[in-house]
C-alpha cells in the first residue's frame, strides 16, 4: 500500500518554530534555501576531515531541517514562486550529493557487502535522483497520488543522520542507498499502475 507517512510533520512544530521569527525579520525563502546547501557543504568538507560522525550528522539534520524552513517561510508570507520551488528542487540535489560525497571520501579503503563506499555512494545517489525523477515524470503526466514509498528525502537523510550519531555512517550510507533505489522501484510501480487506470 502507497505510504502517506513522513518523518518530516514530527519536525513540523520545530519549523514553524524557526521559520516564524525569520518571516518576520524578512528572510527571503532563496536565502534560506542556499543556507541548507551551506550545512551540507560543511558535512561534505567535515567528515573527510574530522573523520567526527556527531558533527556530520548535526550538519545533515541541519540540512533537512533548513530545507523545510524556506517552505514554511514562502507560506507564511506568501512568497511561494515557481522560481523558489525550482530553485529549493535543484540546490535539494546538489545538497545530497555533497552529503553522500562526503561519506565516500572520508572512507574511500572501506569495503562493505563486497562493494566499495565510492561504489554505495554512487547508487545512493543514482536511486536518490530517480526517486525524485519518477515524481517529476508522473506528475507531468497527471498523476496525482505522488507522495508513496517509505524512502522519501526526510526518511533517508534522518536514516543517515541516525547512523551516524551511532557511528555507523557508512552502514547507514547502505541503508538509505537501498531505500532509495526501492522507493524509485516501488513509485514506477506505482505511477504505472495510476496511469494505466486513468487511460
Not at 58 to 80: P, Y
Not at 133 to 161: F, H, I, K, M, Q
Request: proline content about 3%.
Amino acid at each position: 500500500m502507497p505510504s502517506k507517512f513522513r518523518i518530516r510533520g514530527v519536525f513540523r512544530g520545530l519549523v514553524y518554530a524557526i521559520a516564524r521569527p525569520l518571516a518576520k525579520a524578512g528572510a527571503t525563502p532563496d536565502s534560506i534555501t542556499y543556507l541548507s546547501l551551506l550545512f551540507a557543504l560543511a558535512a561534505f568538507i567535515s567528515l573527510p576531515i574530522t573523520q567526527l560522525q556527531v558533527l556530520f550528522a548535526v550538519l545533515v539534520f541541519m540540512t533537512g531541517l533548513f530545507d523545510g524552513v524556506d517552505g514554511a517561510v514562502a507560506r507564511l508570507n506568501n512568497s511561494a514562486s515557481r522560481s523558489g520551488g525550482l530553485t529549493d528542487s535543484v540546490i535539494d540535489k546538489v545538497a545530497e550529493t555533497l552529503i553522500l560525497a562526503g561519506i565516500a571520501l572520508a572512507f574511500p579503503a572501506t569495503t562493505l557487502i563486497g562493494l566499495s563506499i565510492s561504489m554505495w555512494a554512487l547508487l545512493a545517489v543514482f536511486g536518490w535522483l530517480m526517486t525524485s525523477y519518477t515524481r517529476a515524470r508522473a506528475e507531468s503526466l497527471g498523476v496525482s497520488d505522488l507522495d508513496v514509498g517509505l524512502g522519501g528525502r526526510s526518511e533517508r537523510l534522518l536514516t543517515l543522520v541516525i547512523f551516524s550519531l551511532l557511528g555507523f555512517v557508512t552502514w547507514g550510507l547502505v541503508i538509505v542507498a537501498l531505500m532509495g533505489l526501492c522507493t524509485a522501484a516501488y513509485r514506477l510501480y506505482h505511477y504505472k499502475n495510476q496511469i494505466q487506470q486513468t487511460t
